[in-house]
């Protein structure tokens, strides 16, 4: 069983990478494409997500087509996504064809992740309830419905808890598709470990120590209502996880004297922003800190 969503906020990219891939075929030393065939497959894929979701409407989120990123700022640390390999040859025809198709949304300078995260977290709901579909692990770190079809049959609705942790466990662990190392010699079994006394229980238990979240910001049909103090409850855990991370850092005794620092350079390329981190009027996003407000310009990419 699953809710009826309004919007279904669909990767984009994945759809367009996957797509473009598929129609790809090595003959005789020579790869032959047929975009049409990537087409159709577009439209299936998209088709079969929203049912499964059971949404009304669908919204595509891309990343910018130049590919600007915050994250390979220089400022960020880190060669984020340096070594990942060419994209298909149909790969912007597919882009092309879906932009022209369907509803769609990307925002310069931002992943098409931090598109979905901020479209999902938004209080006024543009787009009213909503659901993301994608097979990218990271949208784990973002609070609400979730369908990752290599995964599930329908929807799952991931709590604030659930989302702080599964971030800060791809900052222990890192990510080295995405050019991140995290903390040498951490694993998941290690991060688990050092973890544990602030993992959430199963069936949407809190944290020992934090209160139970009644009510989710994204959850479907206006059942509920969220409590004010949830943003503040789950800062709080934030900043419980995130001083592991700089236990674990000075423990391993790494190159840098400075371990809150690294730290931060882990949890902000880990982290997939939420609404909150994101200021539009002034085309600027917040980047995570747990004591000062620390902005950076999306057009120079510089920290204020």
């Known amino acids: 069983m699953t809710y009826a969503y309004d919007t279904v906020l669909i990767d984009a990219d994945i759809v367009a990478y996957r797509e473009s891939a598929m129609c790809e075929k090595d003959a005789f030393g020579e790869v032959f ?6 087409f159709r497959g577009a439209d299936k894929t998209i088709l079969e997500w929203q049912l499964a979701c059971n949404a009304e409407n669908v919204v595509m989120v891309f990343s910018p087509r130049d590919r600007s990123n915050f994250r390979k700022a220089e400022v960020m640390g880190a060669q984020y996504k340096a070594g990942r390999v060419e994209k298909p040859i149909a790969y912007w025809d597919v882009y092309d064809y879906i932009a022209e198709n369907y509803t769609n949304i990307s925002i310069q300078g931002l992943e098409a992740d931090d ?3 901020i479209l999902h977290t938004a209080e006024k709901r543009p787009y009213g309830t909503t659901v993301v579909a994608s097979i990218d692990k990271d949208l ?10 290599h995964q599930m049959s329908y929807p799952e609705v991931i709590n604030p808890y659930e989302a702080a942790y599964f971030w800060m466990t791809q ?6 598709v995405d050019g991140y190392s995290g903390v ?28 139970e979240l009644l009510c989710h910001p994204n959850e479907p049909n206006g059942e509920g209502t969220v409590s004010e103090n949830i943003p503040e409850v789950v800062f709080r855990y934030e900043k419980e996880l995130f001083s592991v991370l700089v236990d674990l850092f000075r423990a391993k005794g790494e190159e840098s ?6 730290a931060l350079t882990q949890t902000r390329l880990a982290r ?6 994101y200021d539009k009027e002034n085309n600027r996003i917040k980047l995570w800190h747990p004591t000062d407000t620390v902005y950076m310009d999306l ?6």
């Open 272 to 277: 997939i922003l939420h609404r909150k981190d």
């Open 115 to 117: 598109v979905l995260g």
């Open 184 to 211: 040498k010699g951490i694993g998941p079994v290690k991060c688990r470990e050092a973890l544990a006394h602030l993992a959430p229980g199963p069936f949407n238990e809190p944290p020992e120590g934090f209160p």
């Open 33 to 38: 494409v047929d975009p049409e065939k990537a």
């Open 299 to 304: 057009a120079t990419f510089t920290i204020t």
């Open 140 to 149: 784990r770190t973002i609070p609400g419905a979730l369908y990752a079809p």
């Open 257 to 262: 004297p400075d371990h809150v620092t690294q």
């Open 171 to 176: 900052a222990i662990c890192g990510d080295p």
